[in-house]
Nanobody
Framework: QVQLAESGGGLVQAGGSLRLSCGAS????????MGWFRQAPGKEREFVAS????????YYGDSVKGRFTISRDNAKNTVYLQMNSLKPEDTAVYYC?????????????????WGQGTQVTVSS
């Protein structure tokens, strides 16, 4: 059983940056593909980014390509999401997720473990 805990959310002005962190415990971090999702009020949970087990491959949702970067530190059991050039439409609760899959996954249903989420609010 993997437990995930996100941190780093907050309020930022449009054009600003935030870095989210997600610490994992209770399992072997390096054997899990990690992902970030987000959910805005009244909307479905949306894929943001995923990263392979070694960190050698990463994928992004179309709405964040070129602005967000996912990375991981297996020695620290932590995955990060660097968010630059933030827009008001990035406002959402951001969730960290882990999957036992050996390849990157993009759908909510493919992830086995979830954090509680951290709020990101971007003001215009």
């Amino acid at each position: 059983q993997v437990q995930l805990a996100e941190s780093g959310g907050g309020l930022v002005q449009a054009g600003g940056s935030l870095r989210l962190s997600c610490g994992a415990s209770g399992g072997t971090f390096s054997t899990h593909v990690m992902g970030w999702f987000r959910q805005a009020p009244g909307k479905e949970r949306e894929f943001v980014a995923s990263i392979g087990r070694s960190g050698g491959s990463s994928y992004y949702g179309d709405s964040v390509k070129g602005r967000f970067t996912i990375s991981r530190d297996n020695a620290k059991n932590t995955v990060y999401l660097q968010m630059n050039s933030l827009k008001p439409e990035d406002t959402a609760v951001y969730y960290c997720a882990a999957t036992r899959s050996q390849i990157n996954k993009y759908y909510v249903r493919d992830y086995d473990y979830w954090g509680q989420g951290t709020q990101v609010t971007v003001s215009s």
